[in-house]
């Protein structure tokens, strides 16, 4: 699997892992991606954007779908911003929500991750370690150190709860736990407000909740860095991680480099 070729696959007994930067299996991320977003809950997306979920980053970067083998549809996707390629496409898109000032000394060896999404049909531990496998393949390949993504909460968990609350709750939980250090934090240019209130001015919920992909994060020893940024357009508040492969959890790690040996022996056959 080598990054910027026109597409590479590694196939599981379900799943394909398919790395392309061909133009449609980049319209097939976008396509999917809008439809999750479109019915996930919680989550807003504009609606003239022909079913695609697309701004001007995508052609800069390298896209990662997982397949179905039986169906031959895709039911996950991400995508992945190297730094050669983020300087060619003006910056990385953490950059447009956040000031990166503080987390500098890792930019030269970090890695972008982003619009990751997974079919609500798919929402299974073989898709998302897939996934991570795949990360931890494109890291080893490209011999870059760190990951870097905005992961997005909703600003509301349901339809019954007032906006902000379960933001607040995870927000509370990520930086008492997993937090970055104060000197190595990115600062949201829109924090979250509500209704004129910060966080600090709603009360928090009993039991947060946690979406999937930030929980793959946090179980590999990702950090967050700090605040939370509104995304509007979306109706999220996105929250900075960043795992760094010399931090990360071994034990996690090693589970994942034993399946993606298994992916690519299964290639090789």
């Known amino acids: 699997m080598t990054p910027r070729d026109a597409s590479s696959v590694v196939a599981a007994e379900k799943y394909s892992l398919v790395l392309s930067t061909d133009r449609c299996h ?33 052609e800069f970067c390298d896209h990662l779908l997982v397949r ?26 953490t950059a447009t929500e956040f000031d990166l000032s503080a987390l500098d000394p890792a930019s030269s060896r970090v890695v972008e991750m982003g619009r990751a999404v997974v079919h609500p049909d798919h ?12 990360i931890l393949q494109y890291l080893e390949v490209t011999g870059l150190e760190w990951v870097m993504g905005c992961v997005s909460v909703p ?19 990520l930086l008492a736990k997993h937090g970055s250090p104060t000197d190595r934090r990115a600062i949201p240019y829109n924090p979250v407000v509500v209704d004129g209130r910060t966080l600090d001015d709603i009360e928090a919920p009993a039991r947060p909740t946690m979406p999937p992909l930030l929980r793959g994060y ?11 940024a509104h995304d509007a357009a979306f109706g999220v508040a996105d929250f900075v991680a960043l795992l760094g492969l010399h931090e990360a959890n071994t034990r996690y790690l090693d ?6 040996a298994t992916y690519e022996s299964q290639v090789r056959r």
């Open 26 to 58: 980049r319209e097939a991320a976008q396509r999917l991606r809008y439809d999750v977003f479109a019915s996930e809950p919680g989550f807003e997306i504009p609606a003239d954007t022909n079913g695609l979920d697309a701004d001007r980053f995508d």
């Open 68 to 93: 179905d083998n039986e169906t031959d549809d895709f039911v996950g996707c991400y995508r992945m911003l190297p730094p050669d390629a983020a300087v060619a496409a003006g910056g990385y898109y």
């Open 123 to 134: 929402r299974s531990g073989s898709v998302l370690g897939l996934m991570w496998s795949g």
């Open 155 to 173: 600003m509301q968990a349901s339809p019954s709860e007032a906006p902000g609350v379960n933001v607040r709750g995870v927000r509370d939980l």
């Open 218 to 228: 946090l179980r590999l020893g990702a950090t967050v860095c700090g605040e939370p």
């Open 255 to 260: 589970r994942l480099r034993s399946a993606a």
